[in-house]
């Protein structure tokens, strides 16, 4: 890989990320992060299901979720009394309910970008690029109006040409982007077409794959013809016509397995074609596969086949990245002629395209290469070779590299760096009605949020937030508990140490709130181990067995504070504390109540005399600032060390 450049900060934005089928999107972000560039991943959805792949691991990335709705809602009441709401967005809004209709929902599009807008900017984001023409394109417009940070992004087939369902909002992104990447000659010239004023600007960067990752396909000599197709069980695939072709290999005495890896809507529907064509027992539905299962797969298989098709909504498949990958594993490849297609396959040489729907032909080439197993080995050298010419990401990646590097010295913005914040401060809720929990973290976050990040579990479902509330605009949420759960699905090995460790606490703790932390904390060890956090804070009981297990599974030190009531037992927190580098205990009388939280009488009173009587309302706090300034250099000096 090439070496590294200076780094510069990027963001992703999708609609949801991660998706198991948008495995280039990781290629593609790893290749950055290997030249050098800082990347933020900014999903306005979570993610579709729990699966993902293996290379999710492998990002240095975080990934940001939007707050929660509540957040989100008094967010934007801050913005729209102070007034920006309305001098930014107002006649933005309204142009675009009037020029696209309320469907495009602007309003909403406009609330997730003022979230991800002010990120962005606490990020040092200085570019941000999308894939899809989309709901995220869409947003990324009022981002850009919001905060003025540049973006780009990459059409791709059915999102531009059907699931968009605006000319007019497309040549309005095209307009407003740095750069729009084509991933074929052929959509890049339907985007030209479309977008005449923005045709300079529109360039074909193909989707690449990093050849070495796939191993190389062993095709067989003799015996069954083994098949594989991979993609989203939808219309324009048109595995509906290799179930077809399948059926007419059979009659032909071809022994043949076919196996169909994805999920989607035409599931039962392409199952039911197969039992009424007599093929079921050759036709593998594998659902959806992990990205090494998908390389044995391939590895194991002697051609690729995809029949795609124009669907009856006028959407197609432009430039699959799956024929790529077969490519790279010397599989032969038997496809349709049919828009990008033939910029990747070279019909006679690389593999065998057919005309778009003709089953009769698709069979026959399926016929031609089961007997000729030399001619599927020739096709399938050639097809690597090609592979590795024009879709090596090596390649395709500095293209766009150099894009991204152009955008940013052309913007030359003033570009506030971030400061990394090495400590993780957990809250339970807010907002709280813990009157010095509030305080307390009003002074974190005016004092040293640079160096302290607060990091909250919830939205509280009681206790409403106020005009003032500042913590709308600096904390952070724990993401979707989908996310968490895909960790948890993820991690058997983690899994397993904390399970072990519940023991520990013996029956102090709820078994219940003992998993639902647990999720937490390993979603915790992955900041831990890609933000360089160094150090943990319980901020109350609430929090320490996130904390505790975090630590144990990270080894980075943590601190908590325990307020004067705790649901957790006595002993269980005595075993937790006994883990923790500095405690303030109000719980027990024996202990180093360091943050003073042992409850004040506050009662206001009256004395005349021998007469004695209570006054309505209560005392005020005494100034707790040196507490917490006491508390948090404490935390700061352990966290330097």
């Not at 780094?7 to 999107?25: E, G, H």
């Not at 002010?118 to 109006?145: C, M, S």
């Not at 940070?149 to 087939?157: D, N």
């Not at 519940?502 to 003992?514: A, H, M």
């Amino acid at each position: 890989m090439t070496k590294p450049e200076p780094s510069s900060r990027l963001a992703y934005l999708y609609s949801r990320y991660p998706v198991v089928s948008q495995t280039f999107c990781d290629s593609e972000m790893l290749a950055l992060e290997a030249r050098g560039f800082e990347i933020d991943i900014a999903s306005i959805n979570p993610p579709p299901s729990t699966i993902r792949h293996e290379r999710f691991e492998n990002l240095k990335a975080e990934v940001f979720y939007p707050a929660p709705a509540k957040v989100m809602q008094a967010l934007q009441k801050r913005r729209e009394r102070d007034g920006s709401w309305a001098e930014r967005f107002g006649e933005m809004i309204a142009r675009h309910d009037a020029d696209y209709g309320v469907s495009f929902k602007s309003a909403i599009r406009a609330r997730n970008a003022l979230y991800f807008a002010e990120l962005f900017e606490r990020r040092g984001v200085e570019h941000f690029h999308v894939h899809f023409a989309n709901r995220a394109t869409h947003t990324a417009l009022f981002i850009k109006q919001w905060a003025g940070i540049p973006f780009s992004f990459t059409p791709h087939a059915q999102d531009f040409m059907i699931d968009l369902g605006s000319d007019d909002l497309l040549r309005e992104l095209c307009r407003e982007a740095e750069f729009v990447v084509a991933v074929s000659d052929f959509s890049r010239d339907i985007l030209r077409k479309t977008c005449p004023e923005s045709a300079d600007k529109i360039e074909r960067v193909y989707n690449g794959i990093t050849m070495v990752d796939f191993p190389q396909a062993a095709i067989s000599s003799e015996g069954p013809l083994k098949i594989i197709t991979i993609g989203r069980l939808i219309e324009f695939k048109g595995f509906h016509h290799l179930i077809e072709a399948c059926e007419k290999l059979g009659k032909a005495g071809i022994d043949y397995e076919c196996c169909i890896i994805g999920d989607g809507p035409w599931g039962e529907q392409l199952g039911n074609l197969a039992k009424d064509l007599g093929v079921s027992d050759y036709i593998e539905f594998a659902g959806v596969q992990t990205q090494e299962e998908v390389k044995r797969r391939l590895k194991e298989s002697d051609v690729f086949a995809l029949p795609c098709i124009v669907d009856s909504k006028g959407a197609s498949d432009i430039l699959p990245t799956v024929i790529t990958e077969s490519m790279a594993c010397s599989l032969p490849i038997v496809s349709t002629q049919l828009v990008g297609v033939p910029e990747m396959v070279d019909d006679g040489e690389t593999g065998i395209l057919v005309e778009s729907g003709d089953v009769d032909a698709f069979a026959e080439a399926l016929k031609r290469l089961a007997g000729d197993r030399n001619l599927a080995r020739k096709m399938g050298k050639a097809g690597r070779e090609k592979a590795l010419k024009v879709f090596e990401l090596e390649i395709t990646s500095g293209e766009l590299a150099e894009k991204f590097k152009r955008a940013i010295e052309k913007e030359d913005r003033e570009v506030k760096k971030k400061r990394q914040a090495a400590m993780l401060y957990l809250v339970d809720s807010w907002p709280t009605e813990d009157e010095l929990l509030r305080s307390e973290l009003e002074y974190v976050g005016e004092n040293h949020g640079g160096g302290i990040r607060v990091l909250v579990t919830k939205v509280s479902p009681t206790t409403k937030f106020s005009d003032d509330d500042w913590g709308v605009e600096v904390f952070d949420f724990f993401p979707d508990g989908i996310v968490l759960e895909a960790e948890w699905q993820f991690s058997p090995q983690a899994v397993e140490q904390v399970m072990e460790w519940c023991k520990e606490l013996g029956n102090g703790i709820s078994t219940e709130d003992y998993l639902i932390q647990a999720r937490r904390a390993l979603y915790l060890y992955r900041l831990i181990k890609k933000q360089g956090v160094s150090h943990l804070h319980a901020a109350r009981s609430n929090m320490v067995l996130c904390a505790w297990m975090a630590h144990r599974l990270s080894g980075v030190d943590f601190s908590m504070a325990i307020e004067d009531k705790s649901d957790i037992g006595r002993a269980a927190l005595d075993k937790i504390a006994a883990d923790a580098i500095l405690v303030s205990r109000a719980d027990f009388e024996a202990g180093d109540d360091i943050l003073e939280l042992r409850p004040i009488d506050r009662t206001r009173r009256l004395k005349v005399g021998p007469l004695k009587a209570k006054l309505p309302g209560q005392l005020e706090l005494p100034d707790r600032e040196p507490v917490y300034k006491r508390w948090v250099e404490q935390l700061l000096e352990i966290t330097s060390k």
